[in-house]
């Protein structure tokens, strides 16, 4: 199933030399990308996936009235008064433990000894807890009971009770954490471990979401090698591929990561063709922009899909710094939609955040796909300066509604972005921000 609905071409519009606006890249790309289609999963399966239906109640929880307690179940006469001075003597008629078919019946002058979660036996008002008592020992108040394989006489003779406990005290009432017909979830949460408990606890099996996307990154460049591997003079070590990949797992997918390609365009495209089997989005990153071995776009620039109009990979520019080279199109018999971006490593993550990620979250079936954004007091030793028609993303730390860029000017800054929470959005009508301006902040990791 295609996750890529047909587009028109940037070029049908603007002409190839147009020069592309954050926003109106942004447009094309949650226009062509489409939600993943509903299937049916286990509940453990559909562990961080869009709920697609509201999910109504069938039973109440708690389905009957139950002990919060250990103790004994009682009647509220029985006990009013009680002291340790003139404690209440009570028959104890027998256990009521979680999971008995048949509770037993309290009357007056009884008690049922009772353990937490059980359901509280006809009869009784009341749960006293087990530390008001003496256990049945005769001893004084106990602090807990013994187990019944040691004591079994505990279920039988004469309880001690030193203190009085007002009607349904230390009880869960029936429907009191919800009740049948209640919603729920409703349809677009997103299913962590408190909503898969849920599911399970009124008796949910399975439940219909859209599956998390999974997404293929590869990074090209044949100064490209592995950690752990010595490197050897002109390489590098890949940390594009892991940055992505990390990243598209955080925002919710399921990511596979290829190992760096090397620049050949033939290579590079029989690797995508090989993956294209597992991937409902492609990112790609590096050899998007004008050099000689921008391996990418001349893999990608002629590549399209015959029986579909506007498919194809287009490679674009942004007013944008860094990240102004893009790529966006589909690919493949199933039109799966890729992404290309810029190989300067910062630059990638920028991209990835601005583009890739919101292109994950659509596909997941989610409504808001963006980052929050807020408003905050710049920090800074001097203006911050952009380019005249490129929005700026600048690194930076947010705090109390401050926030400080990091990393100076440099676009490779890796390290700086590993201490960055933020971006720093300086638009693209605005030369420079002065220290102590007001200036949007895009929130990372939230």
């Known amino acids: 199933m295609s996750s890529a609905a047909p587009r028109v071409t940037g070029q049908d519009h603007f002409g190839p030399d147009h ?3 954050v926003d109106e890249h942004l447009e094309d790309i949650l226009a062509t990308v489409r939600p993943l289609e509903p299937i049916e999963l286990h509940l453990l399966d559909a562990q961080g996936c869009v709920l697609v239906d509201d999910i109504t109640v069938p039973v109440s929880l708690p389905p009957f009235d139950n002990s919060s307690m250990d103790g004994y179940a009682v009647r509220v006469a029985d006990v009013a008064g009680a002291s340790e001075e003139f404690p209440a003597a009570l028959e104890v008629v027998g256990d009521v433990a979680a999971g008995q078919a048949e509770p037993l019946q309290v009357g007056p002058g009884q008690a049922a000894r009772i353990m937490t979660g059980a359901p ?5 008002e009341t749960v006293v807890p087990v530390e008001w008592t003496d ?17 079994p006489e505990g279920a039988t003779g004469q309880v001690h009770v030193y ?4 009607a349904r005290a230390h009880v869960r009432a029936k429907g009191s954490d919800v009740k049948a017909g209640d919603r729920a979830l409703a349809a677009g949460t997103v299913l962590g471990p408190p909503q898969i408990a849920l599911l399970a606890a009124i008796g949910r099996g399975t439940v219909r979401v859209r599956p998390r996307p999974r997404v293929v990154v590869l990074s090209t460049g044949s100064e490209l090698v592995q950690p752990d591997t010595e490197l050897r003079t002109g390489q590098i070590y890949d940390s594009n591929s892991f940055a992505l990949t990390a990243a598209a797992r955080d925002a919710g997918a399921i990511a596979y990561r290829v190992g760096a390609v090397a620049d050949d365009a033939e290579t590079l495209r029989s690797t995508i063709e090989d993956q294209l089997v597992r991937a409902d989005l492609m990112v790609t990153t590096g050899g998007v922009s004008v050099g000689a071995y921008d391996v990418v776009k001349e893999a990608l620039s002629h590549v399209g899909d015959e029986d579909e109009p506007g498919s194809g990979v287009e490679f674009r520019k942004l007013a944008m710094q860094p990240g102004k080279p893009q790529g966006f199109g589909s690919i493949g018999p199933d039109h799966t939609p890729l992404l290309a971006l810029p190989g300067n490593p910062v630059s990638s993550y920028v991209s990835f955040e601005l583009f890739v990620r919101p292109a994950i979250r659509t596909l ?3 409504d808001d796909v963006h980052r929050p954004t807020t408003r905050a007091t710049l920090a800074a030793d001097k203006a911050l300066t952009s380019p005249k028609g490129r929005r700026q993303f600048l690194r930076g730390t947010y705090e109390d509604g401050r926030v400080t860029p990091v990393g100076g000017a440099g676009s490779h800054l890796v390290a700086a ?4 929470d933020a971006l720093i959005v300086v638009p693209e009508d605005t030369e420079s921000v002065e220290p102590g301006a007001e200036v949007e902040v895009v929130l990372l990791g939230r």
């Open 120 to 124: 509280l036996p006809p009869g009784a």
């Open 135 to 151: 256990g049945g020992l005769g001893e004084g108040p106990v602090r807990g009971m013994r187990a019944r394989s040691l004591g």
């Open 19 to 21: 020069l592309w606006s």
């Open 163 to 166: 203190r009085p406990a007002e």
């Open 364 to 366: 997941m079936g989610l």
């Open 417 to 420: 972005l590993a201490h960055a």
